[in-house]
């Protein structure tokens, strides 16, 4: 009986040795972290905007006049296209805009009347790079710029007015946050400058040449089509 059960005994122990040595023996693994994904920036998109904008600088009949008191709101859509790379940070596109404007400025004319110059429309068509962080993109862009602008005076009761479609170019930057999916929101400041146009030309040839700088700054919200998704696993 005592044989039996030192032979029981020593059987056990063997197993545990054996049991506890092929643990030892298997490797340890680390459970992998969760995959955080990134946005992906790729799309159309279309959007609405609105600001301010304002001149401090313009040409009349080829001279610059610095203070010009020009000034007001506008309102307008945006359509556009990114491209990111899969794994990339960097975030191509091109971009148009444009807006209705209220943006002007009045002068009393001596007691006879009233002029008036406003910028009734502007837009934009440019390039886009940016540096995207998750959701969060920062951009600078740069393009062709183009302006209607109109001139009116009321004097004794008669009221003249001339409008003149102004090229130029345009350039800026701006930070946007993309937020519940395909939605993005946006804040920007461009500075363009259209050339020189002549006004009232039919009345007294060859007329009054002006041009302009402009200064705008505005907020907007985008939805983008084609939302890529996760684009980069995060360990």
Same mark, same amino acid.
């Given at each position: 009986?005592?044989? /039996?059960? +030192?032979? %029981?005994?020593?059987?056990? *122990?063997? &197993? @545990?040795?054996?049991?506890?040595?092929?643990? $030892?023996?298997?490797?340890?693994?680390?459970?992998?972290?969760?995959?955080?994904?990134?946005?992906?920036?790729?799309?159309?998109?279309?959007?609405?905007?609105?600001?301010?904008?304002?001149?401090?600088?313009?040409?009349?009949?080829?001279?610059?006049?610095?203070?010009?008191?020009?000034?007001?709101?506008?309102?307008?859509?945006?359509?556009?296209?990114?491209?990111?790379?899969?794994?990339?940070?960097?975030?191509?596109?091109?971009?148009?805009?444009?807006?209705?404007?209220?943006?002007?400025?009045?002068?009393?004319?001596?007691? /006879?009347? +009233?002029? %008036?110059?406003?910028?009734? *429309?502007? &837009? @934009?068509?440019?390039?886009?790079?940016?540096? $995207?962080?998750?959701?969060?993109?920062?951009?600078?862009?740069?393009?062709?710029?183009?302006?209607?602008?109109?001139?009116?005076?009321?004097?004794?009761?008669?009221?003249?007015?001339?409008?003149?479609?102004?090229?130029?170019?345009?350039?800026?930057?701006?930070?946007?946050?993309?937020?519940?999916?395909?939605?993005?929101?946006?804040?920007?400041?461009?500075?363009?400058?259209?050339?020189?146009?002549?006004?009232?030309?039919?009345?007294?040839?060859?007329?009054?040449?002006?041009?302009?700088?402009?200064?705008?700054?505005?907020?907007?919200?985008?939805?983008?089509?084609?939302?890529?998704?996760?684009?980069?696993?995060?360990?």
């Amino acid at each position: 009986m005592k044989k /039996f059960l +030192l032979t %029981t005994v020593a059987l056990a *122990a063997l &197993g @545990s040795s054996a049991s506890a040595a092929d643990l $030892a023996a298997r490797p340890y693994t680390k459970a992998p972290a969760p995959i955080a994904a990134a946005y992906n920036w790729s799309g159309f998109y279309v959007g609405a905007m609105g600001g301010y904008g304002w001149s401090d600088r313009v040409t009349i009949a080829g001279i610059g006049v610095t203070g010009a008191d020009i000034q007001g709101g506008f309102g307008g859509g945006t359509v556009g296209f990114n491209y990111q790379a899969p794994g990339s940070m960097f975030v191509f596109g091109v971009e148009a805009d444009a807006a209705w404007a209220d943006i002007n400025h009045s002068e009393a004319l001596v007691g /006879f009347g +009233l002029a %008036t110059q406003k910028i009734k *429309a502007f &837009g @934009s068509v440019t390039g886009r790079v940016g540096v $995207a962080v998750d959701s969060v993109l920062l951009y600078a862009k740069g393009g062709y710029g183009w302006a209607e602008n109109e001139f009116s005076a009321t004097v004794l009761g008669l009221t003249l007015s001339d409008s003149q479609f102004h090229s130029g170019w345009t350039v800026g930057g701006g930070a946007e946050w993309a937020f519940a999916g395909p939605w993005s929101a946006k804040a920007e400041y461009m500075y363009a400058r259209y050339d020189s146009e002549n006004y009232f030309n039919g009345i007294a040839a060859p007329g009054v040449g002006f041009g302009m700088d402009v200064h705008t700054v505005k907020a907007g919200i985008n939805y983008r089509f084609n939302w890529g998704g996760p684009v980069v696993a995060k360990y």
